[in-house]
């Protein structure tokens, strides 16, 4: 049974910095894209920022220069370094995985995602 499950998420200030983890198991995504999505109250599930499986890396322009997407394949994992919070940075953050190896920056390209873990961003 393939599970992802994202950790790091939580309340912080503007200008703040949180990192997410991923982890996946049930089978290994080395050879496959990762990516990051989220979804704020009332709104639709945007992409962040994906990672193919040689390591190139794609953010949306809300994001760039602020979070840094990287992974470990040895193991198994998936992480998001999010730096210079803002307000607007508050949704469920969600790790996916493509059956794809390139750039995805569509939903509807990834096949498996984890739950969510909530990022708060508040004075």
């Known amino acids: 049974q393939v599970q992802l499950v994202e950790s790091g998420g939580g309340l912080v200030q503007p200008g703040g910095s949180l990192r997410l983890s991923c982890a996946a198991s049930?089978?290994?995504?080395?050879?496959?894209?990762m990516g990051w999505f989220r979804q704020a109250p009332g709104q639709e599930r945007d992409f962040v920022s994906t990672?193919?499986?040689?390591?190139?890396?794609y953010y949306a322009d809300s994001v760039k220069g602020r979070f840094t997407i990287s992974r470990d394949n040895a193991k198994n994992t998936v992480f998001l370094q999010m730096n210079s919070l803002k307000p607007e940075d508050t949704a469920v953050y969600y790790c996916?995985?493509?059956?794809?190896?390139?750039?995805?920056?569509?939903?509807?390209?990834?096949?498996?995602w984890g739950p969510g873990t909530q990022v708060t961003v508040s004075s």
């Open positions: 996916a995985a493509s059956a794809s190896a390139g750039i995805q920056v569509s939903a509807a390209r990834y096949n498996y």
């Open positions: 990672i193919t499986w040689s390591g190139t890396t």
């Open positions: 049930g089978r290994t995504f080395s050879r496959n894209a």
